[in-house]
């Protein structure tokens, strides 16, 4: 689609082959007028012909961000003027799904002080309908009233029940007026229920019958009621004898056309990305906490007093990951119009870069690639917001071929799923168009208290969205969302001797303080450096090995929810491995789990509701005499449908069926703490900083960036992949043949050295060699036993032993490379002056 000038009206080629007329009011230029308003296309609909596409409401048509709402927002500035200041104050505003949800939302801004509601498509549980309509030309038909306080639309009535009529104006915005119908249902519907005196109208477009006309008046005798319409522009459509039958007969003749024959894609989808295409870049908006994401439920004054400071900011952060694009197109989401509208408002006035907006449809229309015709380009791709009508075909209209060098997809997190990351998806649509495609999620806003007017019901207060670098950790936004809450301006860490005597002594649990952040000698970083380069290839394989096993097992699109933090990098190695090898984006988060205190509930309630739970699969690095694995397996016994399996790289203790490797190997990724996963600490839970509706919590150690290998490690490994893809193929094939059934032998180690060192307590012998990593990074360790004649695998080890002054004892018949044993019965007299341990007598 190439940029022609503005001398071929977008209506021209309906018109030339259907014979419809657009007609202007008689005013002097009233038809050029209206054809600058609207151009003409055909609709993939048996109940009509033509569609009216708008230029100015930002759906089908990418446009100046600023002409949209500059356009709602005068309609809404008159309607004020219409109704004088005093019953403006007191009006309420409607807006239909899903075209005029962002126009309706610009109208009430330009009341002022009026508050919003649009209705929708999407059932929303615990919520109660405040009412519906029909829609009877429409694709979708059915329109749900989901206000969060039912007396949103009873105005000045009080209370439910009260039989006292409101004045209140009730502002129903639309993006055309036709033959009036759907206005005038929902107005007999609302009027049946919340009488009132005066109703107004607000359309983009007023293109009624001379018929239809005569109508309003008479409707508006019927109810008693004043009804005034407000319009941008006015005329008739002419449409001949036999149109629908004519413009069904085009549609399916362009249809049939070979693909190809129109261009980009207009005569069907852009089909999949290709494996390893653009990654999307997330964008973390900072989306102010209680502000709705939309109309759907209601939309205050309040709520736009803390919306409009919030918004530069957002914008400089859009602008930001932009880098040098020229030509961006800001895109929304079906419903979710009036969000990235307001974002690219304030994107306009942030950056020199040309900015268009446009949103995504259900409607489904054909597109020619003609400039005398309004869809030029079509991108099909699958529904990804779990719709209640079920699966089915969506649309991006005009923007392949459109010469974006950026496009910036608002999404809510009700629709940030598995299918908007699939190879068919509009993401992956998106990239095959554009060289740079940012994801920006809208917090999906659920009503969390009922109001007075409200029916009692009990709803959880709402989660926040996942914590995303760069904002919290070193990783891209993209490889994983922490369940977290951020705690890094908090003073939790305490030297390692006063966190081990109070936990020993039962003062403390260990998940309510950190240890003081270990800082790795120059030495040390070049063991991890040594020992990184001898294992990637081995982890690169174990990391194919056990994300294939996943593919092969739990479905095509798993939810990988690490378990922080050990667990984190390879979650995020598994999900660079599903790109790498199939082209496909898994969601991965990072949630929180402390022995003897379980999982964090409030994270599966996040996950439970933005996700199926039986696609969660929980990913963990190692595993040691299993007591992790035991903890979530009793932890989820209250939660339906989570599967209590963990995937880790080595399961050398036996304790879990899907692995990478049952060796017990150094997994480089042990050998340090933060520095390693992303800057992020061990996860906090204590009764003063986490209350029982937040997630866990943990520090974001950014002054240590200078010394973090995070994305070092993650690169390193990677590069391996392609070597060792023959070697994961071959294992993956025996593994799902093979008895996969835990064998627990490792606990039955632990328990047998626990009482042969008269320990008399397991949780104090740490089995793996990552394990026993932990005891000498974390703990206050007594002594090391090394499988004789473990090698290499164990040097980083005898490394931190002799810093620490911790003897290691060389062993047969370990089932684990080493055990590291944490001293039974500690006080701060056990170590001496300094630091170092000291044998037990």
Excluded at 105 to 118: E, F, I, K, Q, T
Excluded at 197 to 221: E, T
Excluded at 262 to 279: D, E, M
Aim: aromatic share 6%.
């Amino acid at each position: 689609m190439k940029e022609t000038a503005d001398v071929v009206w977008s209506g021209s080629w309906v018109a030339e082959r259907l014979g419809v007329e657009l007609v202007g009011d008689g005013r002097s230029d009233g038809d050029g007028e209206l054809k600058d308003l609207l151009g003409l296309a055909l609709r993939r609909n048996p109940k009509r012909a033509h569609l009216l596409v708008s230029n100015v409401l930002g759906k089908h048509v990418p446009q100046k961000p600023s002409v949209v709402y500059g356009t709602g927002f005068e309609l809404g500035r008159r309607v004020r003027e219409l109704l004088g200041d005093a019953e403006a104050r007191r009006a309420v505003v409607l807006g239909y799904a899903e075209t005029a949800t962002g126009l309706g939302h610009a109208v009430a801004d330009g009341l002022g002080v009026a508050p919003y509601l649009h209705s929708t498509r999407r059932p929303v549980e615990g919520v109660a309908r405040a009412g519906g309509f029909e829609e009877s030309h429409s694709h979708a038909t059915s329109h749900l009233l989901l206000p969060e306080d039912p007396a949103l639309l009873a105005g000045d009535r009080g209370p439910a029940g009260a039989d006292t009529e409101t004045d209140a104006p009730l502002v129903l915005v639309d993006d055309e007026f036709s033959t009036g119908n759907t206005v005038l249902n929902t107005i007999r519907a609302l009027h049946e229920r919340y009488p009132r005196s005066r109703y107004v109208i607000v359309a983009l477009v007023d293109m009624r019958s001379p018929a239809d006309r005569g109508r309003l008046a008479g409707f508006a005798a019927e109810i008693g009621a004043r009804v005034d319409l407000v319009a941008r522009g006015s005329g008739t459509v002419t449409l001949p004898e036999g149109v629908l039958a004519k413009g069904q007969a085009l549609v399916a003749a362009h249809e049939s056309e070979p693909e190809g024959a129109t261009a980009h894609g207009a005569a069907g989808s852009a089909g999949p990305a290709a494996p390893g295409s653009r990654p999307c870049t997330r964008v973390d908006l900072r989306w102010p906490a209680g502000v709705p994401d939309g109309g759907r439920h209601g939309f205050t004054p309040a709520h736009r007093a803390v919306l409009e400071p919030a918004l530069p900011a957002m914008a400089a952060r859009i602008a930001g990951a932009l880098g040098d694009a020229r030509r961006v197109l800001v895109l929304g989401f079906e419903e979710l119009m009036y969000a990235p509208l307001r974002m690219g408002t304030a994107l306009e006035d942030h950056t020199d870069a040309e900015v268009r907006y446009s949103t995504t449809t259900r409607s489904p229309v054909l597109a020619v690639d003609d400039p005398g015709y309004a869809i030029r380009s079509r991108l099909v791709f699958p529904a990804h917001d779990n719709p209640a009508d079920g699966p089915g075909d969506r649309y991006a209209y005009n923007v392949a071929g459109a010469g974006f060098d950026a496009v910036v997809l608002a999404v809510d997190s009700a629709a940030d799923t598995p299918e908007l990351h699939a190879p068919d998806g509009l993401l992956a649509q998106l990239a095959a168009h554009t060289d740079h495609v940012l994801l920006a999620v809208v917090p999906s806003y659920v009503p969390s208290r009922p109001h007075p007017h409200a029916p009692e019901r009990q709803e959880p207060p709402v989660l926040p969205e996942p914590l995303r670098g760069p904002a919290f950790s070193s990783y891209a936004p993209d490889e994983v969302g922490w369940l977290l809450q951020d705690l890094s301006d908090t003073e939790l860490e305490a030297p390692t001797e006063e966190r081990e005597e109070a936990i020993q002594s039962g003062g403390a649990h260990y998940a309510e303080s950190l240890p003081v952040e270990y800082q790795p000698s120059a030495e040390y970083q070049e063991l991890f450096k040594a020992a990184l380069e001898l294992s990637a290839a081995r982890v690169a394989r174990a990391v194919g090995t056990v994300t294939e096993t996943v593919l092969a097992e739990r479905g095509p699109r798993p939810v990988l929810v690490s378990l922080a933090r050990a667990g984190t990098p390879v979650g995020v190695l598994m999900r660079r491995w599903a790109r790498h090898r199939h082209g496909i984006d898994l969601p991965h988060y990072a949630v929180s789990i402390v022995r003897g205190r379980g999982i964090d509930a409030n994270a599966l309630r996040w996950l439970a509701a933005h996700h199926d739970p039986a696609d969660v699969v929980f990913v963990d690095g190692w595993t040691g005499k299993g007591a992790i694995t035991r903890e979530l397996s009793a932890a989820l016994d209250g939660f339906d449908g989570f599967d209590p399996e963990i995937a880790v790289l080595a399961d050398p203790g036996g304790c879990v069926r899907t692995y990478g490797t049952r060796e017990d190997f150094l997994i480089p990724s042990a050998c340090l703490n933060s520095t390693v996963s992303g800057l992020i600490s061990r996860t906090v839970l204590r009764a003063d900083l986490v209350g029982p509706e937040d997630f866990h919590g943990a520090k974001f150690y950014r002054e240590l960036a200078d010394t973090d290998v995070s994305g070092h490690f993650l690169d390193t490994v990677a590069a391996h992949f392609d070597e060792v893809v023959d070697a994961v193929d071959a294992e993956v094939k025996e593994l799902l043949a093979a008895d996969r059934a835990p064998t627990w032998e490792g606990w039955a180690a632990v328990e047998r050295i626990s009482e042969e060192y008269g320990i008399h307590d397991v949780n104090l012998v740490k089995p793996g060699v990552g394990e026993t990593t932990r005891v000498l990074l974390r703990r206050v360790p007594w002594k090391i036993l090394a499988d004789r004649g473990a090698g290499a695998d164990l040097d980083h080890i005898r490394l931190l032993a002799e810093q620490r002054g911790v003897p290691v004892e060389e062993v047969d018949g370990l089932p684990y490379s080493c055990v590291g044993l944490i001293h039974p019965k500690y006080t701060r007299g056990a170590t001496g002056a300094d630091g170092k341990a000291v044998e037990s007598k």
